[in-house]
């Protein structure tokens, strides 16, 4: 799967990254790249911990099943 990320600098200079699609999936690095390789980290355990308590994996995929 892929997914969109956004990339801002705090007020610090830290690079905070986050995963819109999986809420509650942020991460931060030092540098750009850091920031990047954790948010891969984080998109894996936030997936990974949502299959095991069978959430819906996605925000887009919470929407679906609220819709139906």
Do not use: H, Y
């Amino acid at each position: 799967m892929k997914f969109v990320t956004t990339l801002d600098r705090d007020e610090d200079g830290v690079w905070v990254v986050e995963c819109p699609a999986i809420p509650g999936c942020v991460s931060q690095g030092d540098t750009r790249e850091e920031a990047l390789a954790n948010i891969r980290e984080a998109i894996a355990a936030c997936l990974e911990v949502r299959a095991e308590r069978g959430m819906p994996l996605t925000a887009e995929e919470f929407v679906a099943l609220a819709g139906s």
